[in-house]
């Protein structure tokens, strides 16, 4: 049974591994390995896969074979979720808010948890249960850099990794953050380089987004 403060450990290990978790919505699971490698060779090891395809658990299972890589599954929503996410072979969990059935499932599965976030009130609420390493989502959305600094004035405590909007472009403004340790992007695996099977490409806008810095 995992504590949520063991999971907050664990997870802001995960998130300080690169400033960027690729956020990956795969629909072909023969993609999924020589993905991961791409990713991890550019710099990218933690690799968040998100459960918004049928092949995503299959996705999940290849990609845990790929040496150097952490995966994790996305869009965690129910306790079902995360008991199959951890069958195919998940190492930890991100899903866009949290709810106490879900955090009792990560709880009770061994499976450090990136919970969402978007107010105060919600970072509060999972700071009272012992999380301190959270999802920001959605980032741009819920006011960008400017909210997260901001809830980090009066909550220090709780550290952030934002998703959902995050860009090259913004990237900065999120990583020179102090409540802010890395941050999810989906622009590092674009899916017409997927299709293309244009793995050296991808390796190059990981090793980029490897280099990002606030």
């Known amino acids: 049974m995992m504590t949520p403060q063991d999971a907050s450990a664990a997870a802001l290990r995960i998130a300080q591994m690169a400033p960027i978790i690729p956020v990956l919505v795969v629909d072909d699971a ?11 060779a550019g710099g990218l090891p933690a690799l ?12 999940i299972r290849e990609m845990a074979g790929v040496a150097g890589g952490v995966v994790g599954a996305g869009t965690l929503l129910t306790p079902a979720d995360v008991k199959a996410a951890k069958d195919a072979g998940a190492q930890f969990g991100v899903s866009p808010g949290a709810t106490d059935r879900l955090l009792d499932a990560c709880e009770e599965a ?6 969402g976030a978007a107010t105060a009130s919600e970072a509060m609420r999972l700071l009272e249960r012992g999380y301190t390493m ?3 989502f959605p980032a741009e959305a819920s006011g960008g850099a400017a909210a997260i600094k901001a809830i980090g004035a009066p909550i220090p405590q709780v550290m952030f ?19 802010v ?22 390796t190059e806008l990981a090793r980029a987004a490897s ?3 606030g």
């Not at 990794?161 to 409540?179: F, I, K, M």
């Not at 340790?181 to 490409?201: E, I, Q």
């Open 181 to 202: 340790v890395c941050a999810g992007g989906s622009w590092v695996a674009p899916k017409d380089m997927v299709l293309a099977g244009d793995w050296d490409g991808i």
């Open 134 to 136: 959270l999802k920001f």
């Open 110 to 115: 061994d499976l450090p948890l990136l919970p």
């Open 211 to 213: 280099q990002l810095k």
């Open 30 to 40: 023969t993609h999924a390995a020589p993905l991961a490698r791409a990713l991890v």
């Open 161 to 179: 990794c934002p998703t959902g909007g995050v860009s090259p472009a913004n990237a900065a403004d999120y990583l020179s953050l102090t409540n």
């Open 48 to 59: 968040e896969v998100t459960l918004r395809t049928p092949a995503a658990l299959e996705v």
